[in-house]
């Protein structure tokens, strides 16, 4: 078994998924998290887009391993500060930066930066989004704000999404 003291939140998270996810399966719709005794239910709250001009220099592309596992073609965006209500900068950064996922030998920052121009104007889309998740054991309901990022510079597919837990709440009708 599982001693769910021992566990931290983002760990109770996923066990709660892992066992609502087959349930969700076998049971008619709502009915799987109510037996399980534990979700998330994710809801959309605004969806902005924006232009935003971008520079692609030495300075501003960069492989990373600063808050990954390995290393991660970045692209930093200071303009992301005055257009997201959380902070998108990594540790060492300097600046908000969006992801593009890990760098290999064939795509890493010498290659980017000699894949355009200098500077691009790109399409942001900024998606914030209301998760709740129900802890039956604590008879709580923790409400976070999600807020992902996705654009394309280069033609690459480049993302970034921080969470941060808002208020615990009653667990009554924490999935509906």
């Given at each position: 078994?599982?001693?769910?003291?021992?566990?931290?939140?983002?760990?109770?998270?996923?066990?709660?998924?892992?066992?609502a996810a087959p349930l969700a399966l076998l049971l008619p719709a709502g009915e799987a998290l109510a037996q399980s005794g534990s979700g998330r239910?994710?809801?959309?709250?605004?969806?902005?887009?924006?232009?935003?001009?971008?520079?692609?220099?030495?300075?501003?592309?960069?492989?990373?391993?600063?808050?990954?596992?390995?290393?991660?073609?970045?692209?930093?965006?200071?303009?992301?500060?005055?257009?997201?209500?959380?902070?998108?900068?990594?540790?060492?950064?300097?600046?908000?930066?969006?992801?593009?996922?890990?760098?290999?030998?064939?795509?890493?920052?010498?290659?980017?930066?000699?894949?355009?121009?200098?500077?691009?104007?790109?399409?942001?889309?900024?998606?914030?989004?209301?998760?709740?998740?129900?802890?039956?054991?604590?008879?709580?309901?923790?409400?976070?704000?999600?807020?992902?990022?996705?654009?394309?510079?280069?033609?690459?597919?480049?993302?970034?999404?921080?969470?941060?837990?808002?208020?615990?709440?009653?667990?009554?009708?924490?999935?509906?």
């Amino acid at each position: 078994g599982i001693d769910m003291k021992k566990c931290s939140k983002t760990n109770l998270k996923l066990i709660g998924l892992l066992i609502a996810a087959p349930l969700a399966l076998l049971l008619p719709a709502g009915e799987a998290l109510a037996q399980s005794g534990s979700g998330r239910k994710e809801t959309v709250i605004s969806v902005q887009n924006f232009k935003v001009k971008v520079s692609l220099n030495e300075q501003t592309v960069l492989c990373s391993i600063f808050d990954y596992s390995a290393r991660v073609l970045k692209v930093l965006v200071p303009e992301l500060d005055k257009l997201t209500v959380l902070n998108h900068e990594n540790t060492g950064a300097g600046s908000p930066c969006l992801g593009a996922g890990q760098c290999t030998a064939t795509k890493n920052d010498r290659t980017f930066l000699s894949s355009g121009p200098s500077e691009e104007n790109i399409n942001l889309q900024v998606t914030r989004t209301r998760v709740n998740f129900l802890d039956a054991e604590k008879q709580t309901c923790m409400v976070s704000l999600k807020e992902t990022i996705k654009t394309q510079i280069h033609g690459v597919p480049f993302f970034h999404e921080r969470e941060v837990d808002v208020s615990p709440r009653k667990a009554a009708g924490c999935l509906n």
